[in-house]
C-alpha cells in the first residue's frame, strides 16, 4: 500500500509527533508498504527507506527566534499572509496552514497514494485531502485537555486571554475531527476525551497503542546512585514539573539526590524561575538534543525516574523508561495508569499536582534497592509484552484497509446515481 503519512510539525527524538511518525513509518516499511511522510517544519528524522518531502512553511516559531516576523520576500502566498497574521494577533496557525498547504500538494498527486493518515493536523484542509483519497487520522489527546491546564494555571486575565487566543485552533479541530471517517487513537483514556470534548461518534474512534523501539533496554552499567530523571517535551503546566521540582527540593535536605531533567526550559519562563526560587542550581541540571543512544543510556542511568504530568494522552516516555528497567514515580493521570498498569508492580502511582505524596514515594524507591531492581524487571516484561511497533503498524495497516475498501464499495453506488 501507498501510504502518505501527514504531520504539521516533527520535531526529532522528543515531542509525540515526531517520534511517531519516525518509528510509525519504519515499521509500515518493514511490513512492505510504501510510505512518505509530508511534514512541515522542524522536520523528521526518518529511515533511509521512507521518502521526505519537506511541506513548506515560515516556521516561525523555530529557535532560537520564535515568533520571528518574516521578511516580505518570505512570503509567496495568502496562506503565508494568513499565517504571519495569525501568529501576531497571538493565535497558533499552523495546523490550519500546513493543512491547506499539503492539500495542495495532495490535490496534484492523488494517484500517488492509496491511503492518507493525518497525524493530528486536524486543520480545515483535511476535508479536502477526505474527499480526494481514502484518509485515517490518528489523535494522540485532544489539545483541549492542554488549554484547561493553562487555562488554570494563568495567573491574571490578561493571560487566560492569551491562552485562549493560542487555543483558538482546537474548535477548528474538533469540528474537522468529528467529520473524520476513521480516527486512531492511542490509549482508552484518549478515546474517552476524544468523544467528550470533540463529540466524535465513539464508533468511529479505534484504540491503537503506542510501541517502543527495540533500542530501549537496560543499562549495561550500573546506575548512577541518587539520580533523578524526568522528561519534559514543553515548559508547561501539564507536564507537572513544578510539582517534581518542590519535591526535589524537599528530598535533598535529607538525600544527595540530583534531578536530571530532559527539556529545553523557556528562557526566563516558570521552570526556570522556580529553580531559582528554590535554590535548586546544584541539583538539577537540563539536557537537550539527544540523539537515541544518548537517551537510552539517560534513561539506564537513573536510579528513579518520574513522570510527574498533570495528563497523558499515552506518555510514551514512560514506555520507553519501562523499556530500560527504570522504576518509576508517575502520577495517576490521563492513560498513564495504562501504561504502567496496577499500583506499585512496574511503578508507583501518586495523585498529580500532590507534592507531599510524590516526595514519599521516590524516598521510599530510592532507600529500597529491591524493589526497585523488581519494579524495574516487571516493567521491561510490560513493554515486551504489549507495546511493539510491529503490533501499532499492523492495526493501523487494517485501518487502511477498512477506509479502502470503503471508499471502493461506495464509489459504484455514487457512479451509479450520477448517470
Known amino acids: 500500500m501507498r501510504v502518505a503519512l501527514l504531520s504539521y510539525r516533527s520535531k526529532p527524538h522528543c515531542g509525540g509527533q515526531g517520534v511517531y511518525v519516525r518509528h510509525l513509518s519504519r515499521a509500515l516499511v518493514a511490513l512492505g508498504h510504501e510510505v512518505e511522510v509530508l511534514s512541515g517544519a522542524p522536520y523528521p528524522d526518518l529511515d533511509p527507506e521512507v521518502r521526505l518531502t519537506k511541506v513548506p512553511s515560515l516556521d516561525l516559531y523555530r529557535e532560537p527566534d520564535p515568533f520571528r516576523t518574516p521578511r516580505l520576500s518570505e512570503l509567496r502566498d495568502l496562506v503565508d499572509v494568513s499565517e504571519v497574521l495569525e501568529m501576531w494577533t497571538g493565535g497558533f496557525p499552523e495546523p490550519r496552514t500546513f493543512s491547506r498547504r499539503v492539500a495542495r ?30 484518509t485515517v487520522t490518528t489523535i494522540h489527546h485532544p489539545i483541549t485537555v492542554d488549554r484547561r491546564t493553562d487555562l488554570a494555571a494563568a495567573p491574571t486575565l490578561r493571560k487566560r486571554l492569551g491562552v485562549r487566543r493560542w487555543y483558538g485552533f482546537t474548535r477548528m479541530q474538533a469540528r474537522v475531527a468529528r467529520a473524520a471517517g476513521h480516527v486512531l487513537t492511542v490509549s482508552e483514556s484518549s478515546r474517552r476525551d476524544i468523544v467528550r470534548d470533540f463529540r466524535v461518534d465513539p464508533a468511529r474512534v479505534q484504540v491503537v497503542p503506542l510501541g517502543v523501539d527495540e533500542a530501549f533496554r537496560p543499562p549495561p552499567e550500573p546506575r548512577v546512585p541518587g539520580r533523578l ?5 514543553a515548559d508547561a503546566p501539564m507536564k507537572g514539573v513544578a510539582t517534581l521540582l518542590e519535591a526535589v527540593a524537599k528530598l535533598r535536605t535529607e538525600r544527595d539526590v540530583h534531578l536530571v531533567l530532559v527539556s529545553r526550559p523557556t528562557p526566563g ?22 540523539d537515541d543512544d544518548e537517551l537510552v543510556a539517560l534513561m539506564g542511568s537513573a536510579e528513579v525516574a518520574c513522570v510527574p504530568s498533570l495528563y497523558e494522552g499515552f506518555s510514551l516516555p514512560t514506555a520507553e523508561l519501562m523499556a530500560c528497567a527504570t522504576p518509576l514515580v508517575v502520577s495517576r493521570a490521563g492513560a498513564i495508569p495504562e501504561v504502567v498498569g496496577p499500583d506499585g508492580e512496574c511503578a508507583d502511582l501518586v495523585e498529580p499536582g500532590d507534592v507531599g505524596q510524590l516526595e514519599h514515594a521516590l524516598a521510599a524507591l530510592l532507600d529500597d534497592p529491591e524493589r526497585r531492581a523488581r519494579m524495574g524487571r516487571a516493567g521491561r516484561a510490560r513493554v ?21 475498501a470503503g471508499r471502493s464499495a461506495a464509489r459504484p453506488v455514487e457512479e451509479e446515481s450520477t448517470c
Not at 109 to 130: A, I, K, S, Y
Not at 229 to 233: I, P, T, V
Not at 271 to 279: I, Q
Open 105 to 134: 500538494i495532495l490535490a496534484r498527486r492523488r494517484d500517488d497514494f492509496d491511503v492518507v493518515h493525518d497525524n493530528q493536523t486536524l486543520g480545515w484542509g483535511l476535508r479536502d485531502v477526505e474527499a480526494m483519497l481514502p
Open 229 to 233: 530523571l524526568a522528561m519534559a517535551s
Open 269 to 290: 519562563g516558570r521552570t526556570e524561575r522556580l529553580v531559582d526560587e528554590l535554590g535548586l542550581h546544584d541539583a538539577v541540571s537540563f539536557v537537550h538534543g539527544l
Open 384 to 404: 515486551l509484552e504489549r507495546f511493539s511497533w510491529r503490533a501499532v503498524a499492523e492495526a493501523t495497516v487494517a485501518a487502511y484497509d477498512e477506509v479502502v
